[in-house]
């Protein structure tokens, strides 16, 4: 099982990185986007390659609830931030996008990373947590909305850091709360707390996923988003649910997670592939529905 598990994670990264590709064509092709004109990001959401992208985005959060089931959250994580491999891949043959030689390097040290992390990873630690673990997960959602409507108000780069990290927490707090859901039975589901975390940490990312790209530098963003999204969670998971890795292995499984979330931040600048003009928005070209279709 663990096999398939380590398939679905990488099947995710593969869907999530097409997705970008898919909905950036469809936001070249619906013309500029600006968060002045709503109308202008309802044109583009609803055009052919958009919408195929949002499919996959679905897609993806399946195959992600496959790995947390039975994978550690540093190895899953990890897979889930190479999605951005997968689009510098998909960009330079779909939208003639140039990789330079430290970005082929960042592609071949992503791939290196999970690799390590595939050999070295053990089995998942708890997959039921008590009631006081989605009482702090809540509570750091709130934490997390209320300080990115503070982020809001700060000047230029901070303002995109810091709410591209609140996003990628919130994420984070996605992925530990889907690591805990029980058997997919939708009559069981809707009595779990995790299930209702997932749905709020899904629209709390999106709110602050699109403010952070609409003032800012993407690449800051996605970056800042990457870390939220793969570290803490990974900490957590080897902390409070018992992730490890094989006896022996940490070394390797250390360096792995290190290449493979570095590699991925060196891919940072893919999350810009929307093509809208300087200075004006565009909407998340990876857009988490990944999350909010559980919602």
């Not at 699109?210 to 793969?230: Q, R």
Request: proline share 5%.
């Amino acid at each position: 099982m663990l096999i398939v598990s380590l398939c679905g994670a990488l099947a995710a990264a593969v869907c999530f990185g097409l997705s970008s590709v898919l909905q950036a064509v469809g936001m070249r092709g619906a013309g500029p986007v600006s968060e002045l004109d709503p109308r202008s990001m309802v044109r583009a959401w609803l055009t052919v390659p958009f919408l195929a992208g949002l499919g996959l985005d679905l897609l993806g959060f399946g195959f992600e609830l496959v790995a947390l089931r039975h994978l550690p959250l540093f190895l899953v994580q990890a897979a889930i931030a190479s999605a951005l491999a997968v689009t510098a891949i998909a960009a330079a043959v779909v939208m003639k996008e140039r990789l330079g030689r430290g970005e082929k390097f960042a592609v071949v040290a992503v791939c290196l990373g999970l690799a390590l992390l595939g050999v070295s990873a053990g089995p998942e630690g708890a997959n039921r947590a008590h009631t006081d673990f989605y009482t702090a997960l809540a509570a750091s959602l709130v934490g997390l909305a209320v300080l990115g409507a503070g982020a809001g108000r700060l000047p230029g780069r901070w303002r995109t850091v810091t709410l591209g990290l609140c996003a990628g927490l919130c994420f984070g707090v996605l992925a530990l709360a889907a690591r805990t859901l029980p058997e997919l039975d939708p009559a069981r589901m809707m009595r779990e707390p995790a299930t209702y975390l997932v749905a709020a940490s899904s629209l709390i990312a999106l709110v602050l996923w699109t403010m952070a790209l609409s003032g800012g530098s993407v690449t800051t963003a996605t970056a800042a988003m990457v870390i939220g999204e793969t570290v803490l969670p990974a900490v957590v998971g080897v902390v409070v649910l018992g992730d490890e890795a094989r006896a022996g292995w940490v070394p390797v499984a250390v360096g792995g997670f290190l290449l493979a979330v570095g590699g991925a931040l060196a891919l940072a600048r893919f999350g810009e592939l929307s093509g809208a003009p300087s200075g004006a928005a565009r909407p998340d070209v990876r857009v988490p529905v990944r999350d909010a279709d559980a919602a």
